[in-house]
C-alpha cells in the first residue's frame, strides 16, 4: 500500500520547486551579469582609446582600378608575345640573350637538353 492517500484532483508536487528561489536566482545572475559589464566598461575605456588612436592613421588611398580589364589584358598579351617572338638581351653585361620560343623549341628538339635523363617517355 502507498504512504499517501490517494489525491481526487492531480497537482504538481509544490516541494520539487521554489518559485520564489527561481526568482530570486534569475535577479541575483542578472546583477552578475550587469556587475561585470560595468566593470569592464571601467577596465576597458573604449572611448577614450578610439580618441587616442583616431587622429595619427593616414588615410588608406582606394585601390586603382582598370577602367577597361579585357582592353589590357590584351595589350599585355600583346606585349608578351611580342617579347616571345623576338631577340634581344636578357642581362648585357653578363651576355645573356633570349631568342624566339619557336627557334628555342627547334634546338631544344634537336640538341636535346644537356644533362637529361635518357630514356622511353611513359
Known sequence: MSE???SAQPH????????R???MGGVVIGMV???????ADVLFP?????RLLRPPFPVIAEPALQSD???????????????MNSFG?????????HIPIDQAMQET??????????????
Open 4 to 6: 499517501h492517500p490517494a
Open 12 to 19: 504538481h508536487e509544490t516541494r520539487d520547486i521554489s518559485l
Open 21 to 23: 528561489a527561481a526568482v
Open 33 to 39: 551579469v550587469g556587475g561585470l559589464v560595468i566593470l
Open 46 to 50: 573604449q572611448k577614450s582609446l578610439d
Open 69 to 83: 580589364p579585357p582592353a589590357d589584358m590584351a595589350a599585355f598579351h600583346t606585349r608578351e608575345m611580342a617579347i
Open 89 to 97: 638581351w636578357t642581362d648585357r653585361p653578363r651576355g645573356i640573350g
Open 109 to 122: 628538339l634537336r640538341d636535346g637538353i644537356p644533362d637529361w635523363p635518357q630514356g622511353d617517355a611513359p
